[in-house]
């Protein structure tokens, strides 16, 4: 056995990790709480990413179109 380098024990040094995006999902609006759009078949939790003609869940592939009748 040869000497070993020294490794450094104890706490980790924190890292300041970005909050998940997920968050910016739900916007508080006169006290009250609004969701994004969420996934059908993935249930609350997922949420759909929003095109200017669809919403697509990003987990299962579901596509919503949304008509634009305008
Ligand atoms: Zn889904």
Redesign the pocket.
Same mark, same amino acid.
């Given at each position: 056995m040869g000497v070993k380098k020294s490794v450094k024990k104890g706490k980790k040094p924190h890292k300041n990790n970005k909050p998940s995006q997920r968050y910016k999902k739900y916007t508080l609006e006169d006290g009250k709480l609004k969701r994004a759009p969420t $996934?059908?078949? #993935? +249930?609350p939790g997922?949420f759909?990413m929003v095109a200017k003609d669809r919403v697509y #869940? +990003?987990? $299962?592939?579901?596509t919503e179109f949304t008509q634009n009748n305008n």
């Open positions: $996934c059908p078949r #993935c +249930g997922i759909l #869940c +990003g987990k $299962c592939h579901y």
